[in-house]
């Protein structure tokens, strides 16, 4: 056997087994550059931070500005102002990180919870290393696995996230890529991405084991709005009480 190395599993759990494996940002805008999503991000910390102290730090402008023109963000897992951005991503801003779990289970709960707009949901896993290294051009789109040991919103811990980010290289500026448009290209080898789908006809079923568990809104979210969803899910749709 091989001394390789092999990534941890992840899942991500959609509504809708139609879906293509997108992040908020993609539906917005696709191949925003680094430097203008940085600049929406560097506004967006300063109206922030005129209402609470998020006490995270990002880059400077001159400094963003100097790490993306030399190349010089350094090895991943790091970004620049990654654990702002996921703190955004937690609040709904339009992020390119695309958010996973550790847990199979919490991923269910996304896939199940809210409204499903199709016959089926589907849940992804996700795999970076099998084994082997990774090669790539600037010019191809490529993903990376970012770390989960940050200092952030709550929630990322409580839902055991993680995130990817895809990027590239088009007209010379480091852009943001897609991750649906990798995945179809089925690169063997490496970022092995699956899916699976499961009939909407389960739904009930799988919440209220889930609940059992305590996977829910608000084991997840730990708002009060989270806790009267909770409270109303078991009264009114699974009977758990």
């Given at each position: 056997?091989?001394?390789?190395?092999?990534?941890?599993?992840?899942?991500?759990?959609?509504?809708?087994?139609?879906?293509?494996?997108d992040?908020?940002?993609?539906?917005?805008?696709?191949?925003?550059?680094?430097?203008?999503?940085?600049?929406?991000i560097?506004?967006?910390?300063?109206?922030?931070d005129?209402?609470?102290?998020?006490?995270?730090?990002?880059?400077?402008?001159?400094?963003?500005?100097?790490?993306?023109?030399?190349?010089?963000w350094g090895?991943?897992?790091?970004?620049?102002?990654?654990?702002?951005?996921?703190?955004?991503r937690h609040?709904?801003?339009?992020?390119?990180?695309?958010?996973?779990?550790?847990?199979?289970?919490?991923?269910?709960?996304?896939?199940?919870?809210?409204?499903?707009?199709?016959?089926?949901?589907?849940?992804?896993?996700?795999?970076?290393?099998?084994?082997?290294g990774?090669?790539?051009?600037?010019?191809?789109?490529?993903?990376?696995?970012?770390?989960?040991?940050?200092?952030?919103?709550?929630?990322?811990?409580?839902?055991?996230?993680?995130?990817?980010?895809?990027l590239?290289?088009?007209?010379?500026?480091?852009?943001?890529?897609?991750?649906?448009?990798?995945?179809?290209?089925?690169?063997?080898?490496?970022?092995?991405?699956?899916?699976?789908?499961?009939?909407?006809?389960?739904?009930?079923?799988?919440?209220?084991?889930?609940?059992?568990?305590?996977?829910?809104?608000?084991?997840?979210?730990?708002t009060?709005?989270?806790?009267?969803?909770?409270?109303?899910?078991?009264?009114?749709?699974?009977?758990n009480?």
């Amino acid at each position: 056997m091989g001394n390789g190395h092999f990534s941890n599993i992840l899942y991500r759990g959609q509504a809708c087994s139609l879906w293509g494996i997108d992040s908020t940002l993609d539906r917005k805008e696709k191949y925003i550059t680094m430097k203008n999503c940085y600049e929406k991000i560097w506004f967006a910390k300063k109206l922030i931070d005129s209402f609470q102290d998020t006490n995270l730090i990002i880059p400077t402008r001159k400094e963003f500005h100097e790490l993306v023109t030399n190349n010089k963000w350094g090895a991943f897992p790091e970004l620049p102002g990654y654990e702002f951005m996921a703190y955004l991503r937690h609040h709904g801003f339009p992020s390119p990180l695309l958010d996973w779990t550790r847990s199979p289970f919490i991923a269910s709960f996304f896939a199940f919870n809210g409204d499903i707009c199709s016959e089926k949901v589907s849940i992804f896993s996700y795999m970076e290393y099998l084994g082997g290294g990774k090669t790539w051009s600037d010019s191809d789109p490529h993903i990376h696995a970012l770390g989960p040991y940050i200092k952030t919103h709550k929630r990322h811990h409580l839902q055991q996230s993680e995130y990817t980010v895809c990027l590239q290289t088009k007209d010379r500026h480091v852009v943001y890529g897609s991750h649906d448009e990798f995945f179809k290209q089925n690169i063997q080898g490496k970022d092995v991405v699956e899916m699976v789908t499961i009939p909407v006809t389960e739904k009930q079923k799988v919440l209220k084991k889930l609940d059992k568990m305590n996977i829910n809104s608000f084991s997840l979210f730990g708002t009060e709005d989270a806790l009267i969803e909770t409270i109303t899910t078991r009264m009114f749709e699974l009977e758990n009480f």
